[in-house]
């Protein structure tokens, strides 16, 4: 069981915009930012997001994420095929006094 | 940009201790902003997190509490490289083992399968 909840999956069609949540508490989402991960099928996980928002050079401005009280979502939009992959959230969590994962997101592109 | 690099075997013997090296490029381990972790990926657990090294003025390691008594974490400011060792393996600590900056870049990855 992992320590911040995302949905198991999720899908859309190209083109459209698609979003991944991730619930918390106050003692991770609620007190640190949130970083997200993209992990393409074979390969490791990539930075998409860090500091709830911020993309590195490189990450298309499709990709989008943003965070309320204890709550973070990661938003894409205009879909493409090369999307397909599992999206994590992560954060600092002050109780645990580590970082911690989401359980993933298996994204499909229909 | 910093890339990581890392290295180690894939197959260590039940009892024995993992170890894994993970090189730095394009940034210095050193660095007063960065923090070098530790994280691990197996399809029972998950990703999970075991530790990090960081330095701000002088070294600081943090770990997990599910391996704080096994794992131990080591900056090389020589090499510009930090390491993992995990003592005391059983086949539960069979994972693919990254390093990362968590804000910036993960390693390739290394699979390490704990079997006699």
């Known amino acids: 069981q992992s320590v911040l909840t995302q949905p198991p999956s999720a899908s859309g069609t190209p083109g459209q915009r698609v979003t991944v949540s991730c619930s918390g508490s106050?003692?991770?989402?609620?007190?640190?930012?949130v970083n997200w991960y993209q992990q393409l099928p074979g390969t490791a996980p990539k930075v998409l997001i860090y500091l709830n928002n911020q993309r590195p050079s490189g990450v298309p401005d499709r990709f989008s994420g943003s965070k309320s009280g204890t709550s973070a979502s990661l938003a894409i939009s205009g879909l493409q095929s090369g999307d397909e992959a599992d999206y994590y959230c992560a954060a600092w969590d002050d109780s645990l006094k580590g970082w911690v994962f989401g359980g993933g997101t298996k994204l499909t592109v229909l | 940009q910093v890339q990581l690099q890392q290295s180690g075997p894939g197959l260590v013997k039940p009892s024995q201790t993992l170890s894994l090296t993970c090189a730095v490029s394009g940034d210095s381990v050193s660095s007063k902003s960065a923090t070098w972790n530790w994280i691990r990926q197996s399809p029972s657990r998950g990703l999970e997190w075991l530790g990090r090294?960081?330095?701000?003025?002088?070294?600081?390691?943090e770990y997990a509490v599910s391996v704080k008594s096994r794992a131990t974490i080591n900056p090389d400011t020589s090499k510009n490289q930090f390491s993992l060792h995990l003592k005391s393996v059983t086949p539960e600590d069979t994972a693919v083992y990254y390093c990362?900056?968590?804000?910036?870049?993960w390693g390739q990855g290394t699979q390490v399968t704990v079997s006699s």
């Open positions: 090294t960081y330095y701000r003025s002088k070294w600081y390691n």
């Open positions: 106050t003692s991770n989402i609620g007190r640190n930012t």
């Open positions: 990362a900056n968590l804000d910036s870049v």
